[in-house]
T-cell receptor
Framework: KQEVTQIPAALSVPEGENLVLNCSFT??????LQWFRQDPGKGLTSLLL?????REQTSGRLNASLDKSSGRSTLYIAASQPGDSATYLC???????????FGGGTRVLVKP | GAVVSQHPSRVICKSGTSVKIECRSL??????MFWYRQFPKKSLMLMAT?????????EQGVEKDKFLINHASLTLSTLTVTSAHPEDSSFYIC??????????????FGQGTRLTVV
Protein backbone atom coordinates (compact mmCIF):
# COMPACT_ATOMS: atom_id res chain seq x y z
CA LYS A 1 0.00 0.00 0.00
CA GLN A 2 1.36 3.40 -1.01
CA GLU A 3 2.09 5.79 1.83
CA VAL A 4 3.01 9.42 1.30
CA THR A 5 4.68 11.49 3.99
CA GLN A 6 5.37 15.19 4.12
CA ILE A 7 7.87 16.64 6.55
CA PRO A 8 7.74 19.07 8.20
CA ALA A 9 4.05 19.35 8.99
CA ALA A 10 4.45 23.09 9.51
CA LEU A 11 7.01 25.67 8.53
CA SER A 12 7.44 29.35 9.32
CA VAL A 13 9.96 31.51 7.48
CA PRO A 14 10.66 35.22 7.06
CA GLU A 15 9.77 36.80 3.77
CA GLY A 16 12.45 36.40 1.12
CA GLU A 17 13.77 33.09 2.38
CA ASN A 18 13.65 30.06 0.09
CA LEU A 19 11.21 27.32 1.00
CA VAL A 20 12.03 23.62 0.79
CA LEU A 21 9.15 21.19 1.17
CA ASN A 22 9.69 17.45 1.25
CA CYS A 23 7.54 14.57 0.10
CA SER A 24 8.38 10.88 0.35
CA PHE A 25 6.51 7.84 -0.89
CA THR A 26 6.99 4.16 -0.14
CA UNK A 27 6.20 2.59 -3.53
CA UNK A 28 8.39 3.88 -6.36
CA UNK A 29 6.06 2.46 -9.03
CA UNK A 30 4.28 5.74 -9.68
CA UNK A 31 2.76 7.22 -12.83
CA UNK A 32 3.16 10.82 -11.79
CA LEU A 33 3.41 13.12 -8.80
CA GLN A 34 1.56 16.35 -8.33
CA TRP A 35 2.06 19.28 -5.96
CA PHE A 36 -0.94 21.30 -4.82
CA ARG A 37 -1.60 24.40 -2.83
CA GLN A 38 -4.61 24.78 -0.56
CA ASP A 39 -5.72 28.00 1.05
CA PRO A 40 -7.95 27.80 4.16
CA GLY A 41 -11.49 26.77 3.29
CA LYS A 42 -10.69 26.41 -0.39
CA GLY A 43 -10.13 23.65 -2.89
CA LEU A 44 -6.77 22.53 -4.24
CA THR A 45 -4.80 24.41 -6.86
CA SER A 46 -2.45 22.34 -8.98
CA LEU A 47 1.07 23.76 -8.91
CA LEU A 48 3.27 21.27 -10.71
CA LEU A 49 2.91 17.85 -12.26
CA UNK A 50 5.94 15.59 -12.70
CA UNK A 51 5.69 12.48 -14.83
CA UNK A 52 7.55 9.41 -13.60
CA UNK A 53 10.09 9.78 -16.41
CA UNK A 54 10.92 13.35 -15.47
CA ARG A 55 13.42 14.62 -12.92
CA GLU A 56 12.01 18.09 -12.37
CA GLN A 57 9.46 20.68 -13.37
CA THR A 58 9.63 24.44 -13.05
CA SER A 59 7.03 27.17 -13.03
CA GLY A 60 8.09 30.67 -12.10
CA ARG A 61 9.49 30.65 -8.57
CA LEU A 62 8.50 27.02 -8.11
CA ASN A 63 10.70 24.04 -8.87
CA ALA A 64 9.85 20.45 -8.08
CA SER A 65 12.27 17.56 -8.30
CA LEU A 66 11.54 13.87 -8.40
CA ASP A 67 13.83 10.99 -7.43
CA LYS A 68 11.65 7.99 -8.07
CA SER A 69 14.20 5.41 -7.03
CA SER A 70 14.53 6.88 -3.56
CA GLY A 71 10.85 7.75 -3.33
CA ARG A 72 11.31 11.48 -2.87
CA SER A 73 10.14 14.76 -4.28
CA THR A 74 11.07 18.25 -3.18
CA LEU A 75 9.23 21.48 -3.87
CA TYR A 76 11.39 24.61 -3.85
CA ILE A 77 9.82 28.03 -3.65
CA ALA A 78 12.30 30.81 -4.24
CA ALA A 79 12.19 34.18 -2.52
CA SER A 80 9.08 33.44 -0.49
CA GLN A 81 6.33 36.02 -0.13
CA PRO A 82 3.51 36.36 2.43
CA GLY A 83 1.13 35.33 -0.33
CA ASP A 84 2.84 31.93 -0.42
CA SER A 85 1.36 31.15 2.99
CA ALA A 86 -0.84 28.10 2.52
CA THR A 87 -0.86 24.34 2.92
CA TYR A 88 1.11 22.44 0.31
CA LEU A 89 0.14 18.89 -0.53
CA CYS A 90 1.90 16.31 -2.65
CA UNK A 91 0.12 13.34 -4.18
CA UNK A 92 1.17 10.36 -6.25
CA UNK A 93 -0.71 8.20 -8.71
CA UNK A 94 0.09 4.60 -9.57
CA UNK A 95 -1.46 4.54 -13.04
CA UNK A 96 -3.08 6.94 -15.49
CA UNK A 97 -6.66 6.69 -14.29
CA UNK A 98 -6.00 5.79 -10.69
CA UNK A 99 -6.75 7.70 -7.55
CA UNK A 100 -4.29 10.05 -5.94
CA UNK A 101 -2.62 9.18 -2.65
CA PHE A 102 -1.99 12.31 -0.63
CA GLY A 103 0.57 13.28 1.93
CA GLY A 104 -0.51 15.01 5.11
CA GLY A 105 0.55 18.42 3.84
CA THR A 106 2.93 21.12 5.04
CA ARG A 107 1.43 24.31 6.44
CA VAL A 108 3.60 27.23 5.44
CA LEU A 109 3.60 30.67 7.01
CA VAL A 110 5.71 33.39 5.43
CA LYS A 111 6.12 36.31 7.79
CA PRO A 112 6.40 39.82 6.38
CA GLY B 1 -5.39 24.74 -16.53
CA ALA B 2 -8.69 22.93 -16.76
CA VAL B 3 -11.63 24.04 -14.66
CA VAL B 4 -13.64 21.96 -12.24
CA SER B 5 -16.58 23.78 -10.70
CA GLN B 6 -18.27 22.66 -7.50
CA HIS B 7 -21.56 23.96 -6.16
CA PRO B 8 -22.59 25.04 -3.61
CA SER B 9 -19.52 26.34 -1.81
CA ARG B 10 -21.33 26.37 1.52
CA VAL B 11 -24.51 24.75 2.72
CA ILE B 12 -26.23 24.50 6.07
CA CYS B 13 -28.95 21.92 6.46
CA LYS B 14 -31.09 20.47 9.20
CA SER B 15 -30.38 17.06 10.61
CA GLY B 16 -32.30 14.36 8.73
CA THR B 17 -32.47 16.20 5.42
CA SER B 18 -30.51 15.45 2.26
CA VAL B 19 -28.02 17.68 0.49
CA LYS B 20 -26.80 17.47 -3.09
CA ILE B 21 -23.38 18.71 -4.17
CA GLU B 22 -22.55 19.14 -7.85
CA CYS B 23 -19.18 18.79 -9.53
CA ARG B 24 -18.77 19.89 -13.14
CA SER B 25 -15.86 19.76 -15.54
CA LEU B 26 -16.33 22.97 -17.49
CA UNK B 27 -13.94 22.63 -20.41
CA UNK B 28 -13.28 18.92 -20.71
CA UNK B 29 -15.08 15.62 -20.45
CA UNK B 30 -14.38 13.47 -17.43
CA UNK B 31 -15.32 9.81 -17.48
CA UNK B 32 -14.05 9.55 -13.93
CA MET B 33 -14.40 11.94 -11.02
CA PHE B 34 -13.33 11.54 -7.43
CA TRP B 35 -15.00 12.66 -4.21
CA TYR B 36 -12.93 13.51 -1.14
CA ARG B 37 -13.71 14.49 2.39
CA GLN B 38 -11.41 16.66 4.43
CA PHE B 39 -11.46 17.10 8.19
CA PRO B 40 -10.04 20.24 9.82
CA LYS B 41 -6.27 20.47 9.45
CA LYS B 42 -6.16 17.03 7.87
CA SER B 43 -5.36 15.78 4.42
CA LEU B 44 -7.90 14.57 1.90
CA MET B 45 -9.63 11.24 2.34
CA LEU B 46 -10.93 9.59 -0.81
CA MET B 47 -14.57 8.60 -0.44
CA ALA B 48 -15.43 7.21 -3.84
CA THR B 49 -14.62 7.10 -7.52
CA UNK B 50 -17.44 8.24 -9.76
CA UNK B 51 -17.69 6.55 -13.15
CA UNK B 52 -19.81 7.95 -15.94
CA UNK B 53 -22.67 5.63 -16.79
CA UNK B 54 -21.91 3.07 -14.11
CA UNK B 55 -21.93 2.63 -10.37
CA UNK B 56 -19.46 4.45 -8.21
CA UNK B 57 -16.67 2.62 -6.44
CA UNK B 58 -16.60 3.37 -2.74
CA GLU B 59 -13.61 3.22 -0.44
CA GLN B 60 -13.68 0.91 2.51
CA GLY B 61 -15.71 2.29 5.38
CA VAL B 62 -17.74 4.74 3.29
CA GLU B 63 -21.49 4.09 3.43
CA LYS B 64 -22.93 3.78 -0.07
CA ASP B 65 -26.47 4.48 1.08
CA LYS B 66 -25.50 7.61 2.93
CA PHE B 67 -23.30 9.11 0.23
CA LEU B 68 -25.09 8.62 -3.08
CA ILE B 69 -23.04 9.35 -6.17
CA ASN B 70 -24.44 9.85 -9.64
CA HIS B 71 -22.32 10.47 -12.73
CA ALA B 72 -24.98 10.88 -15.37
CA SER B 73 -22.96 12.78 -17.94
CA LEU B 74 -19.34 13.29 -18.95
CA THR B 75 -19.27 16.69 -17.29
CA LEU B 76 -21.32 16.25 -14.14
CA SER B 77 -21.08 14.13 -11.01
CA THR B 78 -23.23 14.65 -7.94
CA LEU B 79 -22.79 13.62 -4.32
CA THR B 80 -25.93 13.44 -2.20
CA VAL B 81 -25.55 13.21 1.54
CA THR B 82 -28.74 11.50 2.66
CA SER B 83 -30.34 11.83 6.07
CA ALA B 84 -27.53 14.12 7.13
CA HIS B 85 -26.32 14.15 10.73
CA PRO B 86 -24.00 16.58 12.50
CA GLU B 87 -21.11 14.13 12.13
CA ASP B 88 -21.43 14.47 8.35
CA SER B 89 -20.41 18.10 8.68
CA SER B 90 -17.19 18.43 6.75
CA PHE B 91 -15.45 19.85 3.71
CA TYR B 92 -16.18 17.86 0.54
CA ILE B 93 -14.04 18.25 -2.59
CA CYS B 94 -14.34 16.73 -6.03
CA UNK B 95 -11.64 16.13 -8.60
CA UNK B 96 -11.34 15.14 -12.23
CA UNK B 97 -8.47 14.31 -14.54
CA UNK B 98 -7.82 16.01 -17.83
CA UNK B 99 -7.89 13.16 -20.36
CA UNK B 100 -4.60 11.74 -21.69
CA UNK B 101 -5.20 13.06 -25.19
CA UNK B 102 -4.92 16.54 -23.76
CA UNK B 103 -1.69 15.95 -21.94
CA UNK B 104 -0.42 14.39 -18.79
CA UNK B 105 -3.62 13.48 -16.95
CA UNK B 106 -3.28 16.27 -14.45
CA UNK B 107 -5.83 16.27 -11.65
CA UNK B 108 -7.90 19.38 -11.05
CA PHE B 109 -10.07 20.07 -8.05
CA GLY B 110 -13.27 21.90 -7.37
CA GLN B 111 -13.51 24.74 -4.88
CA GLY B 112 -14.92 22.49 -2.21
CA THR B 113 -18.22 22.49 -0.32
CA ARG B 114 -18.45 23.26 3.38
CA LEU B 115 -21.37 21.26 4.75
CA THR B 116 -22.74 22.09 8.18
CA VAL B 117 -25.52 19.95 9.59
CA VAL B 118 -27.41 21.51 12.47
Amino acid sequence: KQEVTQIPAALSVPEGENLVLNCSFTDSAIYNLQWFRQDPGKGLTSLLLIQSSQREQTSGRLNASLDKSSGRSTLYIAASQPGDSATYLCAVRRAAGNKLTFGGGTRVLVKP
Amino acid sequence: GAVVSQHPSRVICKSGTSVKIECRSLDFQATTMFWYRQFPKKSLMLMATSNEGSKATYEQGVEKDKFLINHASLTLSTLTVTSAHPEDSSFYICSAYVPQDRGNTEAFFGQGTRLTVV
